[in-house]
């Protein structure tokens, strides 16, 4: 089984290209450490009421250790399951894809079973491969199902890519958007740079993963040279671990940037939203650690609306970190306009049934 971004549906696509919202869909477990079915059908249901374009599933933030665990297909089919049963409105489903070329390529059939349209193809496990071998192994798994490239930030065990592996990366057909999450404002350019050398940049759209960097990401414009043409492209989206929490106020925030482009009127206060979005994330994300605490810290927050029931990680040394707790507590009371705390609570019991 296979599918070529030509068999896409057109909506799908367009919704894509357009840009959204996508989250990345955390994992629910109970205080055993295993699947809470419950809350995790819960968490799909809150992202789709939220009004998100899309989900990505059995991603970082959803803990590559999945696959360890024998998780990875069952969440990955309760995810795509409560979301056609939650909504008949075009959903765009991304699969994280992780490990070599013949893990990528069985989890890309087993996407492929579900429902998914794309895979976020994870490079971590091809550390130390030449880039002759990486593009070998993204173009396998492209023949499989349509990619998302994912530069992931090394912090968190990602690999440094340069220009030229995204200008080749770019260059292969089955390629429809690159997820851009470096934590690094020049290796974000390498992105941009090989994606528009490639000439792919109709074609491949760009979303932005850097949650340190989330609205000016997609407030500016990237005026990039190929050859005697100067080349200007914009991030369209954000498929990001921090729109797993506030979903609906990131719904809001991305509609109100599309709004202020095609108007071309972008005021003081939607700038300055950058760096409130980003002290969130300070907390969240745990960048007082090196980010060790960014998946239970957004599992804190959804915990404090009722979504999740505990922060636990199949990984039990993954915890909040000393301190952070009470900079989740600074920034909740400090932009406390940017929750949504309110639609949590009166749709809860309902995302909960």
């Avoid at 819960?42 to 998780?71: K, M």
């Avoid at 932005?208 to 991030?235: C, K, M, S, W, Y």
Wanted: aromatic share 6%; proline share 4%; charged share 20%.
């Amino acid at each position: 089984m296979s599918l070529h971004r030509s068999d896409l549906p057109a909506e799908v696509l367009a919704l894509l290209r357009r840009g959204t919202v996508i989250p990345a869909h955390p994992l629910a477990l109970d205080a055993s450490r295993r699947l809470d079915p419950v809350r995790q059908r819960a968490l799909t249901r809150y992202y789709v009421d939220a009004g998100c374009g899309g989900l990505a599933v059995g991603v970082h933030s959803t803990q590559f250790a999945i696959r360890e665990v024998g998780l990875y297909e069952p969440v990955l089919e309760l995810a795509a399951r409560t979301a056609r049963e939650a909504t008949d409105r075009p959903l765009v489903m991304i699969a994280g894809l992780a490990g070599r070329t013949a893990q990528a390529c069985s989890e890309a059939q087993v996407a492929l079973g579900h429902g998914y349209h794309a895979g976020l193809l994870s490079l971590a496990a091809m550390k130390g491969a030449s880039l002759d071998e990486l593009i070998a192994h993204c173009e396998a798994v492209a023949r499989v199902i349509p990619l998302t490239g994912f530069y992931l930030q090394t912090a968190v065990g990602g690999i440094a890519l340069p220009a030229e592996f995204w200008r080749r990366f770019a260059s292969i057909d089955n390629v429809v958007a690159v997820k851009m999450a470096p934590f690094d404002r020049y290796r974000t350019l390498d992105v941009v740079r090989g994606v528009v050398a490639a000439g792919a940049q109709d074609r491949v759209t760009l979303y932005t993963g850097n949650d340190d960097h989330i609205v000016l990401d997609l407030l500016a414009p990237f005026a990039v040279r190929r050859g005697d043409e100067q080349v200007t492209v914009r991030i369209r989206g954000g498929l990001l671990g921090h729109w797993s929490v506030w979903t609906k106020s990131a719904v809001a925030l991305l509609d109100r940037i599309h709004a202020a482009i095609d108007s071309g009127r972008i005021d003081a206060e939607l700038l300055a939203l950058d760096s409130r979005v980003t002290d969130c994330n300070s907390a969240f994300f745990d960048v007082a650690h090196d980010f060790a605490g960014c998946i239970p810290g957004c599992h804190e927050v959804l915990r404090r609306q009722g979504l999740m029931a505990g922060t636990w990680c199949l990984d039990p040394s993954e915890a909040l970190s000393p301190g952070q707790a009470e900079e989740i507590d600074r920034v909740c009371r400090e932009h406390a306009d940017l929750s949504d705390d309110a639609f949590v609570a009166a749709n809860l019991s309902k995302w909960l049934a």
